[in-house]
């Protein structure tokens, strides 16, 4: 008895001098500082791209769902999916949850989801999220954006060549492909800069700098998607942001992926009744 007892005697004390050389490791800027509820984890996919980026090399550091002031915004404010820090660019993530074939090219104001359903060139719609990154940096940093916008892989590509070319600035992918496209674009920028664009100082000065511009009052997230709603709806009277089901309201990315979706045949439901209709 007594030997089983100084069995757990030792596994305590392992336990606490463990607690305490964890203590005496400096901290940084942690990875995320956004935690995803599940409703959005389950609505866009998100989950998803969280094990892209938590594949990402140690010294780079991200942020998801920033939501910043931009006056040049219809709603007075920017939402943006993710933003990827890293020695050689600042990768600026929009995400589309849509299903079927996207039609689109450089040139194109809208693109095409299956040929009917109208959606905002997305690369338009992420270079306004980055000019109001900007506005909250040094400007010494605003060349070293890159537009990426990431689709599930319920999508096929029809769009201009040069967005899966990986010199280019503006990428389309996949969202199981992500974390392989950063990689391969800082590999890319590594061969044309000897020494890194972004020293780790540089990185948390803009890291702290996007958390502190990012909006977290639940109030003002409300009114952004409000106003985005009262916009698409002076176009589209009979356009529903609320679930067919249950009329609980939906995000505007939730609307243009249930739209996108022949299953749904036009009606837009929430995340639960989308499980219970596609079933």
Known sequence: MLLFLNFFKKKE?????????????????KKANQ?????????????KINIQLDQLPKEYYYLSDLLVKNPKAKSGYSQIDHVVLTPYGIFAIETKNYQGTIYGGKERKTWLVNGKFKMMNPFVQNYGHIQALKSFIDEKYH????????????????????????ASNELIVYDVELSEF??????????????PLLTESDIITIFNAFSTANITDPIAREDHNRLLG???????????FSCSVCNKPVSNKVK???????????NIYCYEHQKMVQK
């Open 230 to 240: 009262t916009h698409v709806s002076v176009k589209k009277t009979d356009t529903s």
């Open 256 to 266: 243009e992926y249930c739209l996108s979706n022949d299953k749904f045949k036009g």
């Open 13 to 29: 004390n392992k336990k606490e001098d463990k607690s305490k050389t964890v203590s005496r490791i400096p901290s940084k800027p």
């Open 143 to 166: 060349d070293l954006f890159i537009s990426m916008v990431s689709f599930t892989k319920r999508c096929t590509f029809k769009v201009d060549l040069d967005y899966r070319k990986i």
């Open 182 to 195: 950063i990689h391969r674009k800082v590999s890319v920028l590594k061969i044309h800069h000897k020494e």
């Open 35 to 47: 935690r995803v509820t599940a409703e959005r984890i389950g609505e866009l996919g998100e989950y």
